[in-house]
């Protein structure tokens, strides 16, 4: 379960100056020449991903000619020292480094554990860490003909390694489309891991074999099709098993004609509807198997989240490295308000900020709008 979060003060508003701490997270990370520039306006690195993460907290900007077009107002000084012309930022993307706000996405990762404790205890001290797998697209233009899905569209897939307890990225590639969830993870897998999969990642028998025997653990939903062989009786389940709809708990061979992996599988009705959970974990009781998979959710309502309350509809650079760069900018973003706000910020949170940083309203009625939202 979530930790109760700390009363919300004025004297915390520190916090929510986000382009500030970011700045300080990045400078380290930039290379001893990092006064290089995209020629025209002098554009560095530092100012060139602030606009980014600028543009990432304030939805009132949706295009990348006017982001430039702002940077000749006074208070953007705050934001980058000079305008900057539309030919110099889409030019600055073929320059800088995309991996240099990977690594700020790891030290804000890094940061954020044991900021939320998400979990039921139980779960908490039978598994050191639980990871959820998964991909999502984010849509592309056609002219961004390196980012193919299928025949007809373009898009851009995010596959994510998601920590369940601390609600936070752990791991992630950036890729076309039409590039493998499943060859992505296996890029990613640690020897020590324990993960959540979906179905799509049990096509591979031999592969989950192979985990099985190298000591990684996983919890997957199997396909209703899946030949299966019975392999032990069937385990007898408590009664908290029965209360969390668990219907069977046995050994099984999956595959066909032997040779696949032998591993547990939990049946469970849940919502009108039948799981089939396989995992390589025997210890855990059948209802905490279940528990774990339900977990799995966690990382969808991630991925909604920073479609929703960030703007990251609207691709303000094409190419590869510019892509990298939004997509880390939306993780920095997400990451920097989790930190301040010790969870993911509500919708009405989100909008107060977004007044806020537009100067709508003031440091006090931010903090009194937080606190508000605080007692409901």
Same mark, same amino acid.
């Given at each position: 379960?979530?930790?109760?979060?700390?009363?919300?003060?004025? @004297?915390?508003?520190?916090?929510?100056?986000?382009?500030?701490?970011?700045?300080?997270?990045?400078?380290?990370?930039?290379?001893?020449?990092?006064?290089?520039?995209?020629?025209?306006?002098?554009?560095?690195?530092?100012? /060139?991903?602030?606009?980014?993460?600028?543009?990432?907290?304030?939805?009132?900007?949706?295009?990348?000619?006017?982001?430039?077009?702002?940077?000749?107002?006074?208070?953007?000084?705050?934001?980058?020292?000079?305008?900057?012309?539309?030919?110099?930022?889409?030019?600055?993307?073929?320059?800088?480094?995309?991996?240099?706000?990977?690594?700020?996405?790891?030290?804000?990762?890094?940061?954020?554990?044991?900021?939320?404790?998400?979990?039921?205890?139980?779960?908490?001290?039978?598994?050191?860490?639980?990871?959820?797998?998964?991909?999502?697209?984010?849509?592309?233009?056609?002219?961004?003909?390196?980012?193919?899905?299928?025949?007809?569209?373009?898009?851009?897939?995010?596959?994510?390694?998601?920590?369940?307890?601390?609600?936070?990225?752990?791991?992630?590639?950036?890729?076309?489309?039409?590039?493998?969830?499943?060859?992505?993870?296996?890029?990613?897998?640690?020897?020590?891991?324990?993960?959540?999969?979906?179905?799509? /990642?049990?096509?591979?028998?031999?592969?989950?074999?192979?985990?099985?025997?190298?000591?990684?653990?996983?919890?997957?939903?199997?396909?209703?099709?899946?030949?299966?062989?019975?392999?032990?009786?069937?385990?007898?389940?408590?009664?908290?098993?029965?209360?969390?709809?668990?219907?069977?708990? @046995?050994?099984?061979?999956?595959?066909?004609?032997?040779?696949?992996?032998?591993?547990?599988?939990?049946?469970?009705?849940?919502?009108?509807?039948?799981?089939?959970?396989?995992?390589?974990?025997?210890?855990?009781?059948?209802?905490?198997?279940?528990?774990?998979?339900?977990?799995?959710?966690?990382?969808?309502?991630?991925?909604?989240?920073?479609?929703?309350?960030?703007?990251?509809?609207?691709?303000?650079?094409?190419?590869?490295?510019?892509?990298?760069?939004?997509? /880390?900018?939306?993780?920095?973003?997400?990451?920097?308000?989790?930190?301040?706000?010790?969870?993911?910020?509500?919708?009405?949170?989100?909008?107060?900020?977004?007044? /806020?940083?537009?100067?709508?309203?003031?440091?006090?009625?931010?903090?009194?709008?937080?606190?508000?939202?605080?007692?409901?």
């Amino acid at each position: 379960m979530l930790e109760k979060v700390p009363p919300f003060t004025q @004297q915390k508003l520190h916090h929510w100056k986000l382009l500030e701490r970011f700045r300080e997270i990045l400078r380290p990370h930039l290379p001893r020449d990092a006064e290089a520039a995209a020629p025209q306006n002098q554009l560095t690195q530092e100012a /060139y991903f602030s606009l980014f993460l600028f543009r990432m907290l304030n939805p009132v900007i949706t295009s990348m000619r006017g982001l430039c077009a702002a940077t000749s107002f006074v208070k953007m000084k705050g934001v980058v020292p000079q305008p900057v012309a539309p030919s110099s930022f889409s030019e600055a993307q073929h320059l800088f480094c995309p991996e240099i706000l990977s690594r700020v996405v790891r030290d804000l990762a890094a940061q954020a554990r044991g900021q939320t404790q998400f979990g039921d205890p139980q779960v908490q001290a039978a598994v050191k860490a639980l990871t959820i797998v998964d991909g999502s697209l984010l849509r592309a233009v056609n002219r961004m003909a390196w980012t193919p899905q299928d025949s007809r569209r373009c898009a851009v897939r995010l596959h994510l390694h998601f920590s369940v307890f601390d609600l936070a990225p752990v791991d992630w590639s950036i890729t076309p489309g039409k590039v493998s969830e499943v060859r992505e993870w296996k890029k990613m897998i640690q020897p020590d891991g324990f993960y959540v999969i979906d179905r799509l /990642y049990c096509q591979d028998l031999l592969y989950l074999k192979k985990l099985q025997k190298d000591g990684v653990n996983f919890v997957v939903r199997l396909r209703d099709n899946l030949i299966r062989t019975v392999r032990e009786p069937a385990r007898s389940l408590t009664p908290e098993d029965v209360k969390a709809g668990v219907l069977c708990d @046995q050994m099984e061979e999956l595959g066909r004609g032997g040779g696949g992996p032998l591993l547990r599988v939990v049946h469970i009705q849940a919502g009108g509807r039948k799981f089939l959970l396989a995992t390589t974990r025997t210890d855990l009781p059948a209802h905490m198997i279940g528990l774990i998979y339900r977990y799995r959710w966690q990382i969808e309502l991630f991925f909604k989240w920073i479609k929703t309350m960030l703007p990251c509809r609207h691709w303000l650079a094409e190419s590869p490295a510019g892509v990298s760069i939004q997509i /880390y900018s939306i993780l920095i973003a997400a990451l920097l308000l989790m930190l301040a706000r010790g969870r993911r910020p509500t919708k009405r949170e989100m909008e107060a900020l977004q007044f /806020y940083w537009t100067g709508f309203i003031s440091e006090e009625e931010l903090a009194a709008a937080l606190s508000a939202q605080k007692r409901k």
